[in-house]
């Protein structure tokens, strides 16, 4: 069983949310033919029996806290996403003309499977690094925090629309911010100043998005430990 799963495992992320759609998929199938529920109970007991077999771990393992990417709703959550995110960012005055020249199909497909990787799918996304897909934009055009922040302005926007729960988004929020520095070319850690509200002064290094921000009061929200080579080091909403 092991073997007939391994690469789905290794290279398709298949877990124990796969397999609770199976078992579900397969007891509604029974009920649909009429069979009782003290079978179906049967037939959901087998299929138990080999779920760590099928997801190539030691028997009686503690099934894995689902990623961010499971949580989302996997795929298809990613996609809706995209795709609205675009629309409002193809509808927003503030950073529509970054993309006046770009092929925004491809640019979805990229985003799509970028965002997969980040958010702890499976991994099927190569582009160039960060700074590299970014650099021009903000040397020929200005692009700065202000543009970052509408962007995580639109994609907090987006999944909450989507009815992610608030939790998940300030998840995403902090993927979203530990990519601000690559995004804008400069070093690690970089801390520049915005003015929020006229008056409140907060480091550039905090989420400032709908999760975190009502325009009244700015939560601290610490960067997430970097690593190098990793998915952050690559592609985002400008570019890829």
């Given at each position: 069983?092991?073997?007939?799963?391994?690469?789905?495992?290794?290279?398709?992320?298949?877990?124990?949310?796969?397999?609770?759609?199976?078992?579900?998929?397969?007891?509604?199938?029974?009920?649909?033919?009429?069979?009782?529920?003290?079978?179906?109970?049967?037939?959901?007991?087998?299929?138990?029996?080999?779920?760590?077999?099928?997801?190539?771990?030691?028997?009686?393992?503690?099934?894995?806290?689902?990623?961010?990417?499971?949580?989302?709703?996997?795929?298809?959550?990613?996609?809706?996403?995209?795709?609205?995110?675009?629309?409002?960012?193809?509808?927003?005055?503030?950073?529509?003309?970054?993309?006046?020249?770009?092929?925004?199909?491809?640019?979805?497909?990229?985003?799509?499977?970028?965002?997969?990787?980040?958010?702890?799918?499976?991994?099927?996304?190569?582009?160039?690094?960060?700074?590299?897909?970014?650099?021009?934009?903000?040397?020929?055009?200005?692009?700065?925090?202000?543009?970052?922040?509408?962007?995580?302005?639109?994609?907090?926007?987006?999944?909450?629309?989507?009815?992610?729960?608030?939790?998940?988004?300030?998840e995403v929020g902090a993927v979203a911010e530990s990519v601000r520095d690559d995004v804008l070319c400069r070093d690690a850690g970089s801390v520049t100043e915005v003015e929020v509200s006229g008056s409140v002064v907060a480091p550039r290094n905090t989420v400032c998005g709908a999760w975190l921000c009502d325009g009244?009061?700015?939560?601290?929200?610490?960067?997430?430990?970097?690593?190098?080579?990793?998915?952050?080091?690559?592609?985002?909403?400008?570019?890829?």
């Amino acid at each position: 069983m092991s073997a007939a799963h391994k690469h789905l495992v290794e290279k398709q992320g298949l877990n124990d949310s796969h397999f609770d759609a199976v078992v579900e998929l397969l007891a509604a199938t029974l009920k649909q033919l009429g069979v009782s529920d003290a079978d179906i109970g049967e037939v959901a007991k087998v299929a138990e029996s080999v779920r760590d077999d099928i997801l190539c771990r030691p028997k009686g393992s503690k099934p894995a806290e689902k990623s961010l990417y499971d949580r989302l709703g996997g795929s298809a959550a990613v996609d809706a996403a995209v795709d609205i995110f675009y629309e409002k960012v193809l509808a927003d005055k503030r950073i529509k003309h970054f993309f006046a020249k770009t092929d925004m199909v491809k640019q979805r497909a990229h985003q799509k499977a970028f965002l997969t990787v980040a958010f702890g799918g499976p991994n099927k996304y190569s582009g160039r690094s960060m700074s590299a897909a970014h650099k021009h934009l903000v040397e020929q055009q200005g692009l700065n925090d202000s543009h970052f922040d509408t962007i995580v302005e639109l994609l907090a926007a987006t999944l909450k629309q989507l009815g992610v729960p608030e939790k998940d988004i300030k998840e995403v929020g902090a993927v979203a911010e530990s990519v601000r520095d690559d995004v804008l070319c400069r070093d690690a850690g970089s801390v520049t100043e915005v003015e929020v509200s006229g008056s409140v002064v907060a480091p550039r290094n905090t989420v400032c998005g709908a999760w975190l921000c009502d325009g009244e009061h700015v939560e601290q929200q610490q960067r997430p430990a970097e690593s190098s080579g990793s998915w952050w080091t690559r592609g985002w909403p400008f570019g890829g």
